[in-house]
């Protein structure tokens, strides 16, 4: 690369939450067209909750492996991603691949990059539970980013710490904050209106999802058995559960939950939508990795209703419980919160362990030293 070259930059994603993150960083990369040549492959692992996405942020891709099919399994995703992505990075030519934190589409992408000898920057490493089967596969995917990856933003000094406990290089370690917190910077709103919140005026609303793969099967039936209690014991209550697209996921839910007339599931929102619900919401009860992110920023308390959790600055601020998957302990520390002022005071405090929204003009900002670095 020569000094009046511009750093060529392949970002690759696949699933809603990378799209949600990697969609700010584009547009700020794409804003500096005097630094960089900005490409966008997206593996279509998710299809319509990314094209929501991309459609939200107005990101275009150049490249779309359309991947996704009925029932994938790991298998799948991970052979049509590696062998779709070699064509793609070799017909790109970038200097650096930046892949997203822990799913398959960014192990794949990776894996296809560290292949062909192509340097990777990895957004939201150092995240870890030291468990690899919870999540499941994803810690996996994360630790194998992490080991073929030249470049770590971090999000948290945590991540970071646990970057350097794996003796990665120190000079290679950024933190940056969350992108995810970029994000949630333009989407959150004063005026916003939504006939959800007129349905729920009067109710204190509960907002749930969930959709972790280890969570298939009973513990997700008795997670939603220990919803339908609090709500129908608690006629002030309200909840919403706009539902992942997995079959298995709604079959699950409509099973346990199509009885409960103060519940309503809906499909995915669109992220403006789902951002401006969830900081009117009262509580929020998840799985989701995204949402332990986002929610303390807004000072909504979160049930994670998973055994492990990769993000404990959350935990540690006091807006996060994780209060795993059995219907009892899911449905004390709901109606803990929902009986008990204090308590719920105590967590619904705003804070911002996952930075301050410009994580994105950081990393763009480490990307333009590192092409500096290597032009020497
Ligand atoms: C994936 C990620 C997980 C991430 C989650 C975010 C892996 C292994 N898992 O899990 O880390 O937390 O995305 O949501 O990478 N489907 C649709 N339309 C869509 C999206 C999904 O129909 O827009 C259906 C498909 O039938 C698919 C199923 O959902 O078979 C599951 O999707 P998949 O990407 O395989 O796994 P997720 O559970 O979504
Ligand atoms: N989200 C959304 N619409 C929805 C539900 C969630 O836009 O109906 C957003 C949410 O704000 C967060 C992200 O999706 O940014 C989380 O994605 P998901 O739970 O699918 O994946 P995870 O974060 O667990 O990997």
Redesign the pocket.
Known sequence: MSSSEKLRVLLVFG???EAIKMCPLVNELRSQPDDFEVKVCVTG??????DQVLSAFRVAPDYDLSI?K???T?FD?TSNALLGLKNVIESANPDIVLVHG????SFAAALAAFYLGVPIGHVEAGLRTRNLSS?W??EM?RQAVDVMSSIYFAPTDQAKRNLLNESKPIEAIYVTGNTGIDALRTTVREDYQNEILDWADGSRLILITA???ENLGAPMHSMFRAIRRVIEERPDVKAVYPI????AVRKAAHGELDSCDRLRIIDPLEVLDFHNIMARSFLILTD??GIQEEAPSLGKPVLVMRDTTERPEGVAAGTLKLVGTEEDAIYRSAVDLLDDEAAYREMANASNPYGDGFACRRIASILSSWAAGTRQ
């Open positions: 699933t809603r939450p692992q998710h299809r319509e909750m990314l996704m009925p029932n994938q790991l995703i822990d799913t398959t589409t999540p596969p994803e995917n959709h972790r793969r992942h697209m997995n079959p989701s990795g």
